[in-house]
């Protein structure tokens, strides 16, 4: 239970307070709209007025939200500032564009809510003109401000007009339709599916939040929903009135004809903040992405994975960072996330990108991948960074006992850290606070393992000549073989290397019981944090979660921590 509240405790109490405000203001502004004033309103509309305005408030709060947890240069100066205060606090930063996620699915949940409620409110609105008849409290309301138009209640001042029309010729309707629309192609691009294979659907489509907010903001100006003006209520109390209107305006009715307003539009006052952090966000990157960047080395590994080796003036990096790359070449929109390879003590830093789509595919070939010669340096593409910025592997030196866990191409942020590690050994750093590494690699085909195991093999020999053999324990899995590779393993098996790596710490085979792994490390390591690290996919993060969960003990807490960009 204590792990528990270590690892999802803050997580929980911030989605808790989250769904808190959601429900408050939600209740808050559904009982707002049944009062006096919007008394002759509802008559018109019933619940429905309020069924529309309370998601409404509702979306004004998480579309302040949503931008906030994508201004990368913001959250990096938050977690650089509370990591040193809380870093269980600076781990929630790193699960930004989960919260993302989350905000972004409750604005698809009350738009559609205000959606359906406002075409039940333009069928109240219409029944109310069809229905002409001045015995009738609604055709009487309906009909007010006929002649200034000025101090009308219903927005549809024709029977012979419809919803349609009136959706398509005011600025609450046309906006409407804007930002439900650029919302719908938003949400369906950013489905897993598309955001993998077609990368670049989702990138153009989410640029459609500039019309969503520009929309967001002028929704209101139409000033639609209307209630009764405070002046008004003075002159025409609705409980005394509402059963007399047909004396409205009599002297001796004491009941005026009552007047309405809408009100003035408020959504910019909570877009305002975040659009403004938001802008300068992108100055930030636009500033950086015309430092200059200089390609040192091209490295074409066999697995079709292309290493860039690069320097940019005033660069900074901590071990796992990660940073946006843009190639102008290939694409001046596109920007993508990339960790660095590279250690904090070399004096370049370093990506490995895998070659799996068409953007890739451009770059690879833009750098001479298809080429059989090498590629000078004059006619190697020009590049913009943005970054670099943290992650969840930055806390990596501040646990005794740490667990990586690599999954595929999930192994790059590791190996900064493995580096750094190196490096921090050979020059015999006595800052370091770590003291043993558990380092798992889950690979499904033994080609991916060839432009890391050079690196490996290189740890290997430098610990074992410093006979630090014990401070890195690492343990290679093979998920995936064909028949003919199973037989030249069983070959070469009595080896004194590893047919595969290279390396003397033989490659297994199918996957790692997690449940004696974190056994036998719980049993080695006893009275201490254990620091968990993946990357790699959800369902693999599932499992070591819970094994996190259950094999925390009084004596040992196992703390879980995933990359996610």
């Known amino acids: 239970m204590g792990n528990f509240v270590a690892n999802e405790g803050l997580s929980i109490f911030v989605i808790l307070v989250w769904l808190g405000i959601n ?10 709209f049944l009062v006096d004033r919007w008394f002759y309103t509802r008559v018109l509309l019933g619940h429905a007025l309020s069924w529309a305005r309370a998601p409404a408030a509702c979306l004004n709060f998480n579309c302040m939200l949503i931008l906030l947890p994508v201004c990368r240069n913001l959250l990096s100066l938050l977690r650089g500032s509370i990591q040193c205060c809380s870093r269980t606090a600076a781990r929630q ?14 604005i698809a949940f009350h738009t559609a809510v205000h959606i359906i409620a406002h075409l039940f409110n333009f069928e109240f609105f219409m029944d109310a003109q069809l229905n002409r008849s001045v015995d009738l409290l609604p055709f009487v309301l309906s009909d007010i401000g006929n002649g200034d138009n000025a101090s009308f209640l219903n927005p549809i001042r024709s029977n012979e007009t419809s919803p349609t029309i009136v959706m398509f010729t005011t600025i609450a309707g046309l906006t409407g339709v804007a930002i439900t629309l650029a919302l719908i192609l938003i949400i369906t691009s950013s489905m897993e ?38 002046l008004s209520l003075q002159t025409n109390n609705p409980n005394k009135c509402a059963d007399h209107f047909h004396d409205w305006g009599k002297n001796e009715s004491g009941c005026a004809v009552p007047v309405f ?12 903040g975040p659009m403004f952090l938001y802008v300068c966000e992108r100055l930030v990157r636009l500033y950086r992405s015309h430092q200059k960047v200089v390609i040192t080395k091209v490295v074409m590994h066999p697995s079709k994975t292309l290493e860039l080796q690069m320097k940019k003036k005033g660069f900074s ?4 960072q990660y940073v946006f ?23 370049y830093f370093s990506a490995h990108i895998r070659i799996v789509g068409d953007w890739t595919q451009a770059l690879y070939e833009a750098c001479g991948g298809d080429k059989p010669e090498q590629q000078e340096a004059w006619k190697l593409p020009k590049m913009a960074i943005d970054g670099p910025f943290g992650t969840a592997s ?21 190996a900064s850290i493995l580096k750094s590690v190196w490096y921090k050994r050979i020059q015999n750093n006595q800052d370091v606070f770590t003291k043993k590494i558990y380092f798992y690699w889950l690979c499904p085909e033994t080609q991916a393992f060839e432009w890391f195991a050079d690196l490996l093999q290189s740890l290997e020999r430098q610990m074992a000549d410093k006979d630090m053999a014990d401070f890195l324990s690492y343990n290679i899995y093979l998920t995936r073989w064909k028949e003919t590779e199973a037989a030249h393993f069983r070959v070469h098996h009595e080896a004194e290397n590893d047919p595969i790596t290279g390396l003397k710490q033989k490659t297994l085979y199918g996957k790692p019981n997690w449940d004696n792994e974190f056994t036998n490390i719980a049993a080695k390591h006893p009275k201490s944090k254990v620091g968990v690290f993946l990357c790699g996919p959800p369902q693999l993060g599932k499992s070591l979660e819970k094994q996190c969960l259950s094999h925390s003990e009084a004596d040992v807490k196992f703390i879980f921590n995933k990359e996610n960009f």
């Open 23 to 32: 429900g408050f203001l939600f209740v808050n502004f559904y009982m707002a």
């Open 93 to 106: 930063l790193d699960r930004n564009l989960t919260f993302h996620k989350l905000v972004a699915y409750m």
């Open 325 to 347: 790359i843009q190639c102008p070449s290939v694409s001046r929109l596109e920007w993508h996330p990339f960790t660095l390879t590279s250690a904090p003590e070399e004096d």
């Open 261 to 272: 307003a809408g009100n003035p539009p408020g959504t910019w006052q909570w877009v305002v």
């Open 394 to 414: 930055e806390d990596v030196f501040r646990y005794e006992v740490v667990m990586l866990v690599g999954a595929g191409i999930g192994v790059t942020p590791f």
């Open 193 to 230: 599916v598309i955001r993998r294979s077609y990368f670049e659907v989702f990138w153009y489509t989410h640029h459609l939040f500039i019309i969503f907010f520009i929309g967001l903001v002028f929704h209101g100006y139409g000033r639609i929903v209307r209630g009764q003006t405070p």
């Open 317 to 320: 990096m901590e071990v796992g």
